[in-house]
């Protein structure tokens, strides 16, 4: 399991997220909060290219003010819809644009994980596919005045009120939510 595998590591997840961090704990990792800060502007229009980029370059640049014992774990969310890539909403604007586009549709959420330990670099990603119920306009503005759209890839949290708007999910709920568990457990036990 993976607090036994991390048991005598120190890790650092180079991220802000909360939601990250939640995970984590619910994991059993108590783990040093680092964010990266990295340009994460969308470059190339393939989200499994993208969110593994974004992520390694997150451990690379934690890597960077650490030593090498540390296991470092990074990790970048976005959601995809009608090949486009939704990130987080500029402004309240743009996250009614981005609720509407999901309203009575479905999108793929990708997330990248990077892992550095040593001198090893991996990563991975993982892609689950959420569906979502009509929304109508009202839904839409009280949901934005929750603020909870606003600092999140496609503009809603599955792990909030924003869980009232899904009406289906295939794939893993935790990617969803920003840190998939199980990709994680997989890519531990090839690097350690």
């Known amino acids: 399991m993976i607090h036994n595998l991390l048991k005598d590591k120190q890790v650092i997840l180079a991220s802000a997220s909360p939601r990250r961090k939640e995970i984590f704990n619910l994991i059993g990792i108590n783990a040093l909060q680092m964010p990266a800060y990295i340009d ?8 499994r290219k993208l969110v593994k980029l974004h992520a390694k370059n997150k451990a690379i640049e934690i890597r960077k003010k650490v030593q090498s014992e540390y296991v470092i774990v990074a990790a970048d969310t976005i959601v995809y819809h009608n090949n486009e890539v939704l990130g987080k909403p500029r402004n309240v604007y743009q996250a009614a644009e981005f609720l509407t586009r999901l309203s009575n549709s479905y999108h793929y959420v990708y997330t990248g994980v990077a892992i550095a330990y040593k001198h090893q670099l991996i990563s991975d990603f993982e892609k689950t596919r959420v569906e979502f119920k009509p929304l109508t306009a009202q839904e839409i503005e009280e949901y ?41 457990y997989e890519m531990l036990k090839k690097i350690l």
């Open 40 to 47: 994460e502007d969308v470059i190339n229009n393939n989200p």
């Open 144 to 184: 934005i005045k929750t603020k909870e759209p606003l600092d999140k890839a496609g503009a809603y949290g599955i792990q909030g009120f924003g869980c009232q708007f899904i009406k289906r999910l295939s794939g893993c709920y935790f990617n969803v939510m920003g840190f998939p568990v199980q990709l994680f």
